[in-house]
């Protein structure tokens, strides 16, 4: 089944590793093999039908649904189309010969009457393997995912004793089925978005299980039997209501991964500390506010704890609201692309944004009717400035007019990337500085994904009185405090080994104290440093409002850096630096604190706030090496690609990726895409401005908006795209194939290079980044590259007076469409069920399967009428992709630029302006 078929859960362990596990011990649908269908075609099918249709099948298998791609010896797929699981009992009533050796099968839920009859067919497939029944497989005509109807199973599905694999998920269960606790070899369990509400308590007799998610139910507690499961070596429980873990979850031996996130705990046991084994313990968005000693027992262990009150005191419950502030429920306003601007009364509004943004306008926020605006932009490098360390995580959110006051606050909510280890907020920029607002992290609307049957956007979420510019960013987590005359302590949420204490009377005056923690990467240092040995605490950045000293020392305790011990340790070779924010200097001051360790951490006291940095090497500690480390802090590794496409070397894609995306990247365009190697590491920095120049024979096209000179400008930001679609041709003069290049560098192209440094590209470290080879191939008699035949057959949309789409612009198109296929291919007005003919044909191929809807759509065009090029662009903003409908109407403006200049160069158009005046 395609993964874009299914609406999976937010991390990729319950949805990924179970198919993983079938791809494993089964081929893929792809490459099914017809010989048991052919070998038998006389025994179980009529000489007059095909070979995809079965004699008894009432009704048969849809067209697009070819009987040898979805059964074979050991493999029956029956969720490649809707209602696909009441074909099982009818195979089985027409050839069970054929199935009795079935060991992989996989039906979908969305069909009550269908199910029943596929679950008493079970208990005859002895020989089953792996059994998948899931629902959300299939969307509705509102492109909303249709839920799955299993309530429970058969008890003879006891009798399955060979089956390892069962996936429930995305189903009505409220109970574990009892037959589940007799399949003696089961390892794998997947019972996520159900409705379970507890487990039986002889669950442990499920002893075989290595793999159990239960993600997404109603648990509110689980049962001490969990504890007898010893084989358990992944077990999910994220996103339930659990407030407590029993003692018993110690005895699990062999757990490696422990997912806990999204529930409501308050505490966890100290028998955590006997898991042994655990490697990852993901506990984030829960109620902690201490971590257990316990796990320190666990040096291997890395821990999640992102979103919880860590070190905070209680706070009381809220008081219940009174009739007066009861919420009443606010009008729903859905807005599309192309409707960029509303009204709201006095009554309130919800205002659902295209791309998953949201605004929540209370009652009385406004008196009368009042219009307001919004526009989505790609970042300016002129006015997007990011502090030290921050990340932009979404296109910047203008609202408009600016400076309009509301009488009560305004929800403005921002959907963003998902940011690893960082906390998110939201900036606001009033048209002359940003600041940064109080932020709130929760899921969009159900109702609101911003793709059919998706997970809502991720948004964070703040409240304003007035309009401006909104972003999302993320940066290092950021833990305040108050610190009185009484003193206070201060612990780190990503690290709870990192503490300040704050005596009594050290301020005579209440004090904002504000702590960012930045983990070091050891062999980075090492390499930088040229010191086998050297390793870096992580680096404290600590300031305060006011910034006067402290009356009374503080104490802070940081862990040692990695490798190093209170044992181990040659106090000579520790070295404590002061950091200077403003001018990034570093200095010794080990001899001026009082520097002592534990086994685990060191621990100096200081009397104002700055940068510290505690460091081990066995060589002379030098400020200027420190700093080269620093800098690394701030840089992402980078690499570039220059792809040419097959069927038209004139189209070039380049493309500026961190280096752990690239591989990726590549191999996704490798079959549209021929071009060199990607680029060796370079270092960029989050928002740093860069081109790209295209030398010896080539010309760019200069019409676009960012090229200046022949130039392309960039702006990296690690978290967006940084892609341009280009078009280059023969430079005027040039005859024959032509091999050129385009290079990446910073700043200005360096004047009057020598011959042979044009030629091997080597300038400026501070300037170039990368070059690659292009080659443009020979033009024949017709004007056309001398090359294989194209994979499409030439195919215009529109006419060059009103602009037309080459089948180039089309591939171009497609390549940035990606995952948004199928609702673009819904808004062009493809069936359902063309779209999933498409996706079942290519359904190893995204690429492929995107080319293959927007020409099916494209050559419908051609009896159609007129307006297919603003159909097209309709239908991209219906779809939330404005900004391939930017492109599409600035490559259809070109076009008429161009045939207008066209008709002014050979004097057509006086003449067709003089016959206008003659008809007058």
């Known amino acids: 089944m395609s993964e874009e078929r299914v609406v999976e859960p937010e991390r990729d362990a319950p949805s990924v590793s179970p198919s993983s596990l079938m791809d494993i ?9 017809s010989s048991y269908i052919s ?3 006389h025994a179980y099918f009529s000489s007059s039908s095909s070979s995809s249709a079965v004699v008894s099948l009432t009704p048969p298998l849809p067209p697009s649904v070819e009987l040898p791609a979805v059964l074979t010896d050991t493999r029956l797929t029956l ?9 099982l009992p009818l195979l089985w009533g027409s050839i069970p010969g054929a199935l009795r050796g079935l060991q992989y099968l996989r039906l979908g839920s969305e069909d009550k009457p269908g199910l029943d009859g596929a679950l008493e067919v079970l208990p005859h497939l002895t020989e089953l393997r792996s059994l998948a029944i899931r629902g959300h497989c299939f969307y509705d005509s509102q492109g909303d995912p249709l839920p799955g109807l299993l309530t429970t199973l058969p008890t003879s599905v006891s009798s399955l004793s060979h089956l390892m694999h069962l996936d429930l998920s995305f189903n009505q269960l409220s109970c574990l089925p009892p037959c589940l606790l007799s399949l003696p070899v089961l390892s794998s369990l997947l019972l996520c978005h159900n409705h379970l509400s507890a487990l039986p308590p002889d669950v442990g007799q499920l002893s075989s299980l290595t793999y159990l998610s239960l993600l997404g139910n109603e648990l509110v507690s689980l049962p001490p039997s969990l504890g007898q499961m010893k084989a358990l070596q992944t077990l999910d429980i994220s996103h339930n209501l659990l407030q407590l873990v029993p003692d018993e979850i110690g005895s699990l031996e062999g757990l490696v991964k422990l997912e806990l996130s999204n529930n409501k705990l308050k505490q966890l046991p100290e028998s955590m500390g006997y898991l042994l084994s655990l490697r990852e313990l993901v506990m984030y968005s829960n109620d902690l506010r201490l971590i257990p000693h316990c796990l320190n027992k666990l040096p291997l262990l890395k821990i999640d704890v992102r979103d919880n009150p860590l070190g905070r005191p209680p706070t009381p419950p809220p008081l219940p609201p009174t009739p007066d502030q009861a919420e009443k429920k606010v009008p729903e306003l859905h807005l599309g692309f192309n409707q960029h601007s509303f009204c709201v009364s006095s009554a309130g509004c919800h205002v659902f ?15 009368t009717n009042t219009k307001l605006e919004w526009v989505e932009k790609r970042p300016d490098r002129k006015w997007v400035w990011l502090e030290e360390h921050n990340i932009l995580l979404s296109y910047p959110l203008e609202l408009r007019p600016h400076g309009i006051t509301f009488l009560k606050p305004v929800e403005v909510c921002v959907p963003y990337l998902r940011p690893k280890r960082r906390e998110v907020v939201v900036q606001r920029f009033d048209g002359q500085s940003w600041s940064t607002l109080p932020t709130v992290l929760r899921r969009g609307s159900e109702s609101h994904s911003s793709h059919p049957g998706g997970r809502p956007a991720r948004l964070a979420c703040s409240t304003v009185s007035q309009f401006s510019w909104f972003m999302a960013v993320s940066r290092p987590v950021k833990d305040s405090c108050s610190v009185t005359p009484a003193g206070a302590l201060l612990v780190s949420s990503s690290d709870p080994g990192i503490k300040l204490h704050f005596p009594q009377d050290s301020t005579a005056e209440t004090r904002t104290i504000t702590l960012q923690v930045l983990q070091v990467s050891v062999p980075d240092v090492q390499a ?11 680096l404290l950045c600590l300031s305060q409002t006011p910034s006067t000293h402290f009356l009374q020392p503080v104490k802070v305790q940081v862990p040692l850096p990695a490798g190093v011990t209170g044992h181990t340790v040659d106090l000579s070779c520790l070295h404590l630096l002061h950091g200077d924010p403003a001018a990034q200097t570093w200095t010794d001051i080990t001899p001026q604190v009082s520097l002592y360790v534990t086994h685990l951490y060191a621990i100096f006291y200081i009397t104002h706030f700055s ?9 002379r500690c030098v400020s200027g090496v420190v700093r080269k480390v620093y800098q690394r802090l701030k840089q992402f590794k980078v690499q570039f690609l220059v792809l040419q ?58 019409e676009r908006p960012d090229c200046v000179e022949g130039r392309l400008c960039f702006v990296f930001y690690s978290s967006l795209k940084n892609l341009k679609e280009v078009y280059i041709c023969s430079a005027q003069g040039q005859k024959g194939p032509v091999r050129g290049q385009v290079s990446f560098y910073r700043g200005d192209i360096p004047n009057n290079l020598p011959e042979e440094v044009a030629r091997k590209r080597k300038g400026h470290d501070s300037q170039w980044l990368a070059t690659f080879p292009l080659r443009l191939p020979a033009l024949n008699s017709e004007n056309n590259f001398i090359m294989e035949e194209q994979l499409y057959p030439p195919l215009n949309l529109g006419d060059p007076e009103s602009g037309y789409l080459t089948e180039v612009n089309l591939l171009s198109i497609s390549l ?16 359902y069920q063309e779209l999933d003919r498409i996706q079942y044909k290519n359904r190893d191929n995204l690429g492929a399967l995107v080319l293959d809807m927007l020409f099916h759509w494209a050559r419908g065009q051609s009896s159609a009428g007129p307006g297919a090029v603003s159909r097209l662009v309709t239908a991209m903003t219906e779809s939330g992709r404005r900004d391939l409908a930017d492109e599409i109407e600035d490559i259809v403006s070109i076009g008429k630029r161009k045939y207008s200049e066209s008709l002014r160069r050979v004097g057509l158009e006086a003449e067709s302006s003089s016959l206008d005046e003659t008809q007058r």
């Open 25 to 33: 011990c089964s081929p893929s649908i792809s490459s099914l093999s």
């Open 353 to 367: 944004l295209p791309g998953g943004a949201e605004l929540l306008f209370p009652p009385g926020c406004v008196v």
């Open 611 to 619: 940068w510290y940095w505690l460091w081990y090497t066995t060589q």
């Open 528 to 538: 930088l440093c040229g010191d086998p040995q050297a390793s870096a605490s992580p």
């Open 79 to 87: 969720d490649v189309y809707q209602g696909g699981a009441a074909a």
């Open 39 to 41: 070998t038998h075609h």
């Open 645 to 702: 496409r097959k069927t038209d070397p004139s189209q070039v894609m380049l493309q500026c990726l961190p280096s752990d995306k690239v591989d990726s990247r590549v191999q996704s365009l490798s079959e549209q895409y021929d071009g060199p190697l990607p680029s060796d590491l370079c270092d960029l920095l989050e928002g740093e401005q860069f081109f790209a120049g295209f030398e010896k024979g080539l010309d760019i096209s200069t």
């Open 816 to 831: 940035q469409i990606g995952q948004d296929w199928r609702l673009i291919g819904i808004n062009l007005g493809l069936s």
